[in-house]
């Protein structure tokens, strides 16, 4: 068993330490690891969005609609991001993870709450076992507010990653309100509960793991955001949950991006599309990038389920909460507890108010 490593970044201790073993601060319980063996290979939908901007809008819609509450997952093409952009995006992310390490400890914090960040693991002031994985997280909207915090190398960083967020962002706007009008609402209704709007992303550098089943880039958790648009290279990675028993993997296809229901929109829908657990894992041969963006409530918009989607036969699953007090907890507990959702939980609440009353 490997020795707990001083440095601050994963990358560099795989690189320059030259390790064949795993550092205990990494190692899984044998109750928690991968268990690769057991993992299908199957598919997720694969909806063309080249309709959804015509008069067959409503079919791709309903497409949209079915992946949401069947799956969780679906990939997207014809999605109107240029490829040029998104190859920009995805050198510019290789470019920056092999600068010299004093370059890119530049940006380093292990703040969870800091808008620009370079860092590892997930949240390293809490958790108990580090993940496989260094990160760049960036906020990217608005802009303006936060270009200027992002790095200066590679030279063509802000400009080639400012453009991707654009565009990314655009393609947000389109699939939220397919969404809402999958679930019989406006198309503009979840838009507008969401507050001034954010978009967050990070650069996720997986590096060759020796010991690929004794750890993960990321073990299983649900995105606590709206939804979630992944770019990756061609190096598998992303596993979902499917059914609550069984991982999926998901397999790399070129010019698509793989699109996730989030904790919000679960909520919204008063459960009737479920953000699904997903998680990275690693492999000994290949380094993995992968690119997602996190869209999302600004912090004082109040989410909770459609009053459309509250009947006397389908109560209010959650209660009302502020995207900010969601944030916060779900940074704080990090990814080995229950979900967080079940915090936000109606009967939750009226669980606690009871063992209050008892205990008085």
């Known amino acids: ?182 679930l019989g609402l406006d198309k503009d209704y979840i838009s507008r509960q969401l507050g001034k709007h954010g978009q967050h992303m990070a650069l996720n550098y997986y590096p060759p793991c020796p010991q690929p089943d004794l750890t993960y880039g990321l073990p299983g958790h649900t995105d606590l955001n709206l939804i979630t648009i992944l770019l990756q290279d061609d190096v598998p990675g992303l596993q979902v949950l499917r059914n609550g028993d069984h991982w999926v993997a998901v397999d790399p296809v070129p010019n698509t991006f793989i699109i996730n229901i989030g904790d919000q929109i679960q909520v919204m829908s008063n459960d009737k599309y479920k953000s699904v657990l997903h998680r990275a894992v690693v492999n000994c041969d290949k380094e993995r990038i992968s690119i997602p963006t996190f869209y999302c409530p600004s912090p004082d918009a109040v989410i909770g389920p459609a009053p459309e989607l509250v009947t006397d036969d389908e109560r209010a699953v959650y209660r009302q909460f502020t995207y900010g007090e969601y944030y916060e907890k779900f940074w704080n507990r990090g990814l080995a507890t229950e979900n967080c959702l079940d915090m936000f939980m109606a009967t939750y609440l009226l669980h606690i108010i009871c063992l209050i009353n008892y205990s008085e």
């Open 1 to 182: 068993m490997a020795a707990i490593s001083k440095r601050l970044l994963l990358s560099d201790l795989v690189s320059s330490d030259k390790i064949d073993q795993v550092p205990s601060n990494y190692i899984r319980p044998i109750s928690q690891r991968p268990n690769l063996q057991q993992v299908f290979h199957d598919s997720i939908p694969l909806i063309d969005l080249h309709h959804l901007y015509g008069p067959n809008r409503a079919h791709v819609v309903d497409q949209i609609g079915r992946a949401c509450r069947e799956y969780g997952f679906f990939q997207v093409k014809n999605h109107r991001v240029p490829e040029p952009t998104i190859a920009n995006m995805m050198q510019i992310a290789k470019e920056f993870f092999k600068l010299p390490e004093e370059e890119r400890l530049k940006s380093y914090s292990d703040d969870p709450t800091k808008t620009t960040r370079l860092s590892t693991s997930f949240n390293i002031r809490t958790e108990k076992v580090a993940n496989w994985r260094d990160f760049l997280r960036l906020h990217c909207y608005p802009l303006e507010n936060y270009i200027h915090e992002w790095p200066t190398n590679p030279a063509s960083f802000r400009d080639h990653v400012a453009e991707y967020c654009r565009r990314v962002r655009g393609l947000a706007l389109q699939l939220i309100e397919a969404i809402s009008e999958s």
